[in-house]
C-alpha cells in the first residue's frame, strides 16, 4: 500500500514539476514560440498570455482526458483542435469584454494559442492517455513554465529597453535605454542568449571524449589491416 501510495505521489509530482524546467517548453523544448518571440516587449502582456495558455491547457486537457476512451485514431486531431479552439474562443471573447487594452495588444495571438503546438503535444502526449488530475496536473506544470519562461524573457527587454517592469522605474535616469530590445530583433536576440547561457549551464553541448585506445604489448602480434 505504502509503495502504491509513492508510487502515485511522484507520478503527481513528475507531471506538475517537469514543465517548470527539465522540459520547459520555451527554454528546453523550444516550442510555442510564436508568443515568446512576438509578445514578450513588456511584461503584462506577456503574464498575459501565459495565463491564457494555462486556461487553455487545463480545460482541453481536462476534456480530453475524460473523452479519452471514446477517441478514435483518425478523429483524434479533429477532436483535440476542437476541443482547444472552445476554450480559446472563452478566453478571447473573456480578454475583449473586461481587459479590451489588453486585447487590443495581444491582437490575432490569442486566438492563435489554437494551433500553439505545446497545447496539442499536451494533448496528445498526456492527456490522451492520463487521467483527469495526472493531466490537470501536467497542464499546470507546463503553462506555468511557459510563463515563467515569457516572463523572465519580458522582464530583460522591458527593463533594459524602458528601465522598468511594470512600467515601475527599476534603474536609474542616467541609463541609456537600449531601444533595439523593444522591437523584433531584441526578441531574437534576448531568447538566443538565454538559450544559450542555459545549454552551457547544463552542458548540453559537451561531447564526452573518445578514450585514446591502449598501446599492444611487448608480445602482441601487430593488427594488419583488414583485406579489400
Given at each position: 500500500m505504502s509503495a502504491s501510495s509513492n508510487s502515485t505521489s511522484g507520478l503527481y509530482s513528475t507531471a506538475l514539476l517537469t514543465g517548470l524546467w527539465r522540459e520547459?517548453?520555451?527554454?528546453?523544448?523550444?516550442?510555442?514560440?510564436?508568443?515568446?518571440?512576438?509578445?514578450?516587449?513588456t511584461v503584462?502582456?506577456?503574464?498575459?498570455?501565459?495565463?491564457?495558455?494555462?486556461?487553455?491547457?487545463?480545460?482541453?486537457?481536462?476534456?480530453?482526458?475524460?473523452?479519452?476512451?471514446?477517441?478514435?485514431?483518425?478523429?483524434?486531431?479533429?477532436?483535440?483542435?476542437?476541443?482547444?479552439?472552445?476554450?480559446?474562443?472563452?478566453?478571447?471573447?473573456?480578454?475583449k469584454a473586461y481587459l479590451p487594452k489588453m486585447s487590443e495588444i495581444l491582437g490575432a495571438?490569442?486566438?492563435?494559442?489554437?494551433?500553439?503546438?505545446?497545447?496539442?503535444?499536451?494533448?496528445?502526449?498526456?492527456?490522451?492517455?492520463?487521467?483527469?488530475?495526472?493531466?490537470?496536473?501536467?497542464?499546470?506544470?507546463?503553462?506555468?513554465?511557459?510563463?515563467?519562461?515569457?516572463?523572465?524573457?519580458?522582464?530583460?527587454?522591458?527593463?533594459?529597453?524602458?528601465g522598468r517592469i511594470f512600467e515601475i522605474p527599476v534603474l536609474p535616469k542616467t541609463f541609456v535605454p537600449w531601444l533595439a530590445l523593444q522591437m523584433p530583433v531584441g526578441a531574437f536576440i534576448t531568447l538566443g542568449l538565454m538559450l544559450g547561457l542555459i545549454n552551457v549551464l547544463t552542458h548540453k553541448r559537451e561531447v564526452p571524449e573518445e578514450e585514446p585506445a591502449a598501446a599492444p604489448g611487448p608480445g602482441a602480434e601487430p593488427q594488419l589491416p583488414a583485406p579489400a
Open positions: 520547459n517548453p520555451t527554454l528546453r523544448l523550444v516550442i510555442g514560440m510564436c508568443p515568446a518571440l512576438a509578445v514578450t516587449a503584462k502582456p506577456a503574464l498575459t498570455m501565459g495565463l491564457s495558455v494555462i486556461f487553455v491547457l487545463i480545460c482541453s486537457n481536462l476534456v480530453v482526458s475524460l473523452m479519452r476512451n471514446l477517441l478514435k485514431p483518425h478523429l483524434r486531431i479533429i477532436m483535440f483542435t476542437v476541443t482547444i479552439a472552445t476554450f480559446v474562443t472563452i478566453c478571447d471573447l473573456f480578454l495571438y490569442v486566438p492563435l494559442i489554437i494551433v500553439n503546438c505545446l497545447i496539442i503535444f499536451r494533448a496528445e502526449a498526456r492527456a490522451s492517455k492520463s487521467g483527469p488530475l495526472v493531466s490537470i496536473l501536467d497542464a499546470v506544470g507546463m503553462g506555468a513554465g511557459f510563463t515563467l519562461a515569457l516572463c523572465l524573457l519580458a522582464s530583460i527587454r522591458e527593463l533594459l529597453a524602458t
